[in-house]
């Protein structure tokens, strides 16, 4: 059971380009999140989806765009990459959007902008 | 002024010492805290939740101080496998956009 998978594990692109990373949950939580952590800053929230069909931005969304036609996928698109994007990308899920429950990661997805 | 703050470390310390980190938070409407932990180029992993009255899970003991906003985590007996980065997380307003992540505290054991 790989609970949550993300890909590519590792990516370079260039300016300019159209970037799509994906995300697949096998355990039907409701709460998908993306996240970008970069030296110095921690993590920060790009965008979240509370269900399917529902999204909404985070701390960090400009230059990002995002969709969940289903439970079990949450796509992040970069419409056109800036080296700035250059960072580790992880998604994540939550049963809940309550204050209590756990985060669970993917592994990350590296992401490189020349 | 960064919403969570941690020292960066690193925190350098001999197998068996006792360590402790503190985290800051500026936004008294925090409602839920927790520690994670992320070895190095991996995924953060809850480590344990902060509960008002602090609470232990093994060689691991949390605290939380609302007056003063700050949590904190202190290791006992360190292993080698305790180092990592450890990251304060904060929960304002019970909301899932509102969670907001420490730069983390990287912690080093030494043989």
């Known amino acids: 059971d790989a609970g949550i998978t993300q890909s590519p594990r590792y990516k370079i692109t260039e300016t300019g380009r159209q970037v799509t990373l994906m995300c697949h949950q096998t355990?039907?939580?409701?709460?998908m999140f993306w996240y970008r952590q970069d030296l110095g800053h921690g993590l920060r929230l790009i965008y979240y989806s509370a269900a399917a069909d529902i999204t909404d931005k985070g701390e960090v969304p400009d230059g990002y765009v995002v969709s969940r036609s289903k439970t079990e996928n949450f796509p992040l698109t970069l419409e056109s990459a800036t080296r700035s994007q250059t960072s580790v990308y992880f998604c994540a899920t939550r049963t809940s959007g309550g204050g209590t429950g756990e985060l669970f990661f993917g592994e990350g997805s590296r992401l490189t902008v020349l | 002024r960064k919403e969570v703050e941690q020292d960066p470390g690193p925190f350098n310390v001999p197998e068996g010492a006792t360590v402790a980190f503190n985290c800051t938070y500026s936004n008294s409407a925090s409602q839920s805290f927790f520690w994670y932990r992320q070895d190095c180029r991996k995924e953060p992993k809850l480590l344990m939740s902060?509960?008002?009255s602090g609470n232990e899970d093994g060689r691991f003991t949390a605290q939380l101080n609302r007056a003063s906003q700050y949590i904190s985590l202190l290791i006992r007996d360190s292993k080698l496998s305790d180092s990592a980065t450890y990251l304060c997380?904060?929960?304002?307003?019970?909301?899932?956009?509102?969670?907001?992540f420490g730069s983390g505290t990287r912690l080093s054991i030494r043989p």
């Open positions: 902060v509960y008002s």
């Open positions: 997380v904060v929960n304002r307003y019970s909301s899932a956009s509102k969670i907001i």
């Open positions: 355990w039907s939580h409701s709460y």
